[in-house]
């Protein structure tokens, strides 16, 4: 975890810093590219690098591998911070001799303190928290441990044991992430507007610096997307069963949907009461939330195994059991885009409907739903297409019989079978795009190529 977070706190750094701050070409292009890895679930990344280079389960194996497949959640808030730093203060510094990097480490990255922070935060959560890439690399950590010890015992004490210590780590990270973020301010308090940026001219370093956002993307996106093509050919000669692809793609489809819904309809209460209803009772509501997320998938899929076995047995390996480990996982997704949208809602067209005599329903029906369906259906995307990747609870929960794209891939790559697992993994990358296209859509306006 340590490696992993510092490896990408570099990587993503230094390429937030050339996209945003220095004069190479085709900004535009590259913050697409820097962005793309996101659509490469982890585990399939894993198999494309083991299935092309078998002695790869070492250490620095996976710390490349997770690397690749984690640094653009530190790339993402940076190249935001970036944005929105006053370059006043840089050119100031710069008028006052300091050098490039010295105006980097003095001014600006004091200023990428929070992003930084958290960035390096959802790193160490999702690794903490990652299954399939490190048992596909067979490199023990805590996720393997506790299917191992699920899988030998079924919920024996030895899995709940490292389950819970799982869990502390997750709260010490949460906790030490706030407490090292501190109360700082960082926005701008004077008048006017900021002066537009002049980005460093590279000169001779332009090439070097190509070639360094070549080899990272090369590595992080080319690598992957070769892997599957040539797996897929070599799978296309040896009979895929298409039959079996199309119900698995229908089964997690149908998963996925069922989950989105029941997800954004849960998060639809919460959203609406924290802004609408501000007060403690609600942000507690709001924040519990997120404690769900925070939790490795195999900790909340073995409390649910638990809890289903011990009070509710006619509910283990069913659909809603599983329906509801999606939920607890990834409804903060939902929260965050229904909120936004309530945030931009005038409360004014609900008052005047009230004193026009509508009721609630038919207000909710005309008036609230319209207004937050925006915010309501790219919750749901997210939803949908986290669900579409999901491994761990997944490979816990599901019902026998019951086969998802990840499930399918993770059975064929597990009994080496690679061209059988590459049909599965290339349609969850091509259903993993429409996120990578989402996330960067935002912060691709503004950039001047």
Same mark, same amino acid.
């Given at each position: ?48 690098? =083991? ?28 190249? *935001? ?11 100031? #510094? ?20 929070? *992003? ?28 393997? *441990?506790?299917?191992?010890? /699920? ?6 004490p030895g899995a709940t044991m490292l389950a819970g210590v799982l869990v502390l780590l997750c709260l010490v990270l949460? =906790? ?8 700082r301010g960082y926005a701008r308090s004077g008048r006017g507007a900021p002066r537009p940026v002049r980005p460093v ?5 332009? #090439? ?15 690598? !992957?997307?070769?892997?599957?093509? /040539? ?30 819904a029941i997800t954004t309809a849960m998060a639809l209460p919460a959203g609406w009461l924290a802004v609408r209803a ?30 289903? =076995? ?9 659909? !809603? ?6 939920? =607890? ?16 809602? !005038? ?13 609630? !329903? ?58 059988? #697992? ?28």
């Amino acid at each position: 975890m340590l490696g992993t977070v510092v490896c990408c706190g570099v990587l993503g750094v230094g390429a937030a810093w050339l996209v945003e701050r220095s004069s190479v070409p085709a900004r535009r292009i590259w913050h697409v590219l820097l962005v793309a890895p996101l659509a490469v679930p982890a585990f399939v990344n894993s198999y494309a690098w =083991i299935s092309l280079l078998p002695g790869l389960d070492t250490y620095a194996g996976a710390l490349l591998v997770v690397t690749l497949s984690y640094f653009p959640f530190v790339y993402l808030p940076v190249a *935001a911070a970036f944005r929105g730093l006053d370059p006043a203060l840089e050119d100031t #510094a710069r008028g006052l001799g300091l050098s490039t990097w010295a105006v980097f480490l003095r001014v600006q990255l004091p200023q990428l303190r929070v *992003a930084l922070l958290g960035g390096g935060l959802l790193v160490a959560l999702h690794l903490l928290a990652e299954f399939g890439a490190l048992q596909m690399l067979r490199y023990p950590t805590f996720t393997t *441990a506790i299917y191992d010890q /699920y899988r030998a015992t079924f919920n024996g004490p030895g899995a709940t044991m490292l389950a819970g210590v799982l869990v502390l780590l997750c709260l010490v990270l949460l =906790i030490a992430e706030i407490r090292l973020r501190g109360r700082r301010g960082y926005a701008r308090s004077g008048r006017g507007a900021p002066r537009p940026v002049r980005p460093v001219a590279l000169r001779r370093l332009t #090439a070097p610096a190509l070639l360094a956002l070549g080899t990272l993307v090369g590595l992080a996106v080319a690598v !992957p997307l070769w892997s599957l093509g /040539y797996w897929m050919a070599r799978g296309a000669g040896s009979a895929v069963d298409w039959a079996d692809l199309g119900s698995t793609t229908s089964t997690t489809l149908g998963l996925a949907a069922a989950a989105a819904a029941i997800t954004t309809a849960m998060a639809l209460p919460a959203g609406w009461l924290a802004v609408r209803a501000r007060g403690r009772v609600a942000t507690l509501l709001e924040r519990s939330t997120y404690l769900g997320s925070s939790v490795p998938g195999i900790v909340v899929a073995l409390a649910l195994v638990t809890v289903s =076995i011990r009070v509710t047995p006619w509910l283990y390996q069913t659909v !809603p059991v599983l329906l509801a480990a999606y939920a =607890i996982l990834f409804l903060p997704r939902a929260i965050v885009t229904v909120r936004s949208a309530v945030e931009q809602a !005038p409360p004014l067209y609900d008052d005047v409907a009230a004193s026009l005599g509508a009721s609630a !329903p038919d207000r909710l029906r005309r008036i609230t739903l319209p207004l937050l369906a925006p915010g309501i259906g790219a919750g749901a995307a997210l939803v949908f297409l986290a669900v579409v990747t999901e491994l761990t609870a997944t490979l816990l929960l599901a019902p026998t019989g019951t086969r998802t794209l990840a499930t399918a891939f993770w059975a064929a790559s597990s009994a080496v079978d690679y061209g059988a #697992a590459a049909p599965y993994a290339v349609i969850m990358v091509l259903l993993s795009a429409p996120a990578t296209v989402l996330l960067s859509r935002d912060a691709r306006r503004g950039l001047t190529t």
